[in-house]
Structure formats: structure tokens, C-alpha cells
């Protein structure tokens, strides 16, 4: 089996359990669990896909000796995705934290009310 086939399931399977934990999510704090798992497991997912056998960190120039350097555009996209992961996690609980002082136990079912 390749590299990339064995490290592949177990990223499908936390995107998986990250899905599962959003729809049977009860509070606001679990909510927020599942989406950083999903954020995690997507930008690992993204790096696994970027990086390939080989490839080194990349350097300007026309040599032809520089032919196998990775492209850093994928890696931009990645630095990006987890700065607004973190972001939006950090909104998130501010949010959760404002909400916290109305209904303590952040419940959906508390909010509904």
C-alpha cells in the first residue's frame, strides 16, 4: 500500500467523526470540537495531497537542479485555511462565551427558549 493510501483513511475517518459530532451535537462546546476536528482533518487532508515523495522546501531560481521543489502555492492555501480556522474557532467561543452568561450550559435546546 502507498504512503498517502495509509495515511488517507484515518484523516476520512476523523473528517467522519467530525461530521457525526456536529449533527449529534446537544451543546454549543461539542459544536465547536466537531468543527475544529473537521478543520483539522481538511488541512490535513490538503497537506497530505500537496505533498508528494521527493520534494523539498522551495528556492528561487532557473537551475534545472531545482526541479524538485514542492510548490508554494499549496502551502500559502494551507497557511491561510489555518489562520482562519483559528479565526473563526476564536469567534466562535467568544460567541460561546457571550452566550454563556445568559445560559450556562450552552445547551440548543436552552437557547430554543
Do not use: H
Not at 504512503?3 to 459530532?21: D, K, M
Not at 523539498?56 to 489562520?83: E, H, M, W
Amino acid at each position: 500500500m502507498q504512503v498517502g493510501l495509509i495515511l488517507s483513511i484515518p484523516l476520512v475517518a476523523l473528517l467522519i467523526i467530525g461530521c457525526f459530532g456536529i449533527l449529534n451535537s446537544k451543546t454549543i462546546i461539542s459544536s465547536l470540537f466537531s468543527l475544529d476536528v473537521i478543520d483539522t482533518a481538511t488541512i490535513s487532508i490538503f497537506v497530505l495531497i500537496a505533498a508528494y515523495s521527493g520534494s523539498q522546501t522551495p528556492i528561487i531560481s532557473d537551475s534545472p537542479r531545482y526541479a524538485n521543489y514542492s510548490d508554494p502555492y499549496p502551502q500559502a492555501i494551507i497557511l491561510t485555511a489555518i489562520v482562519i480556522g483559528f479565526a473563526t474557532q476564536a469567534l466562535l467561543c467568544a460567541i460561546a462565551l457571550r452566550l454563556s452568561r445568559t445560559t450556562p450550559l450552552l445547551r440548543y435546546k436552552d437557547l430554543e427558549k
